[in-house]
């Protein structure tokens, strides 16, 4: 299931459901993406500093995420984030996007480990593992 999990590609959104903000990207691999924003957030080093602000104003509980479309050819990945960026930046009056790339995984120290699982969501994994067999079954 894991190399399933990596697998998934497609456009997602990060939210702040509070201020509306919103953060429209796209991955080859979802699972590692979700992962690698959550864990540069938790850090506070996420590149996209309107982002960090919002989440260090708002707190972790206030940010969303879901998975938009799969894509299945990875050709057409950049295009489908385009075309949701414009869709739906013509309906919000507030915008975070920002490219980024990542060079590498950042390692989570236990007071961030701790913090997340304060939060009581489950594990990480479980919750992707729900999120695909979602998207697997209504798509």
């Known amino acids: 299931m894991r190399k399933a999990r990596k697998g998934l590609m497609g456009v997602y959104i990060l939210k702040n459901s509070l201020t509306s903000e919103l953060f429209v990207g796209g991955s080859p691999s979802l699972s590692t993406c979700i992962t690698n924003h959550f864990t540069l957030l938790f850090s506070n080093i996420h ?13 972790s509980t206030a ?23 414009k869709s ?29 699982k304060a939060l009581g969501m489950g594990s990480f994994d479980s919750s992707i593992n729900e999120l695909i067999s979602f998207y697997k079954n209504n798509s």
Do not use: P
């Open 63 to 85: 940010f969303e995420f879901s998975i938009t479309e799969i894509v299945s050819d990875k050709s057409q990945l950049a295009s489908r984030v385009e075309f949701w960026r």
């Open 88 to 116: 739906l930046n013509a309906n919000l009056a507030e915008d975070i996007n920002l490219f980024h790339k990542y060079t590498g995984m950042l390692s989570v120290g236990n007071d961030t480990k701790d913090e997340i």
């Open 47 to 59: 590149t996209n500093k309107e982002m960090q602000s919002s989440w260090n104003t708002f707190g």
